[in-house]
């Protein structure tokens, strides 16, 4: 998460993960997260999780002189880069939290590009509010996920636990 009065521009890589980009249009201050998980994290502040990272962006740009009822949201990610899974995909969970944070919250959301299959990344003008997004080669993410199956089936037969631990 990084909020700035400053002319900076912000990138990320996005997959399942959701990036919230807030603008303030009269100060020219922007700022970006990177929401790993939907919700909240009960005795904990990490903003990996999606209440925590918008609300440490949000007062972070009103201690930058922000004005929260000025703030334009524009959002991307969310996409579900491995179909193979079965459950519901977390992209589609951080999108949906998402939304329903930024409509609870009343911050027009006034770009998009969420959903999807595909990795992408995003550039966000801390200034001006631009933000420019290019998806991600994703031809070698099958091979990928093969190769971390079978490996993960190779090493856990070889792990042998005694329970015992040894502190330095």
């Known amino acids: 998460m990084a909020a700035s009065a400053d002319a900076y521009e912000l990138g990320t890589v996005l997959g399942s993960c ?18 790993l998980l939907p919700g909240k994290c009960l005795n904990c502040i990490s903003t990996r999780y999606g209440v925590h990272a918008m609300e440490m962006l949000i007062n972070d740009l009103m201690k930058l002189g922000g004005n ?11 996409a579900n880069v491995i179909q193979e899974l079965k459950q519901t995909p977390i992209g589609h969970n951080n999108v949906k939290f998402v939304r329903e944070f930024l409509s609870t919250e009343r911050i027009p959301l006034i770009a998009q590009r969420l959903g ?5 990344i995003v550039q966000f003008r801390t200034d001006t509010g631009n933000a420019k997004v290019r998806h991600v080669d994703g031809s070698r993410m099958v091979q990928i996920l093969r190769d971390e199956i079978s490996y993960k089936r190779s090493h856990s037969a070889n792990i042998f636990y005694t329970g015992e631990i040894t502190l330095f």
């Open 116 to 120: 999807g299959s595909h990795a992408i």
């Open 68 to 78: 929260r009822k000025r703030l334009l949201a524009k959002a991307f990610g969310g």
């Open 18 to 35: 959701v990036a919230v980009c807030l603008y303030d249009p009269v100060r020219h201050l922007g700022g970006m997260n990177h929401i």
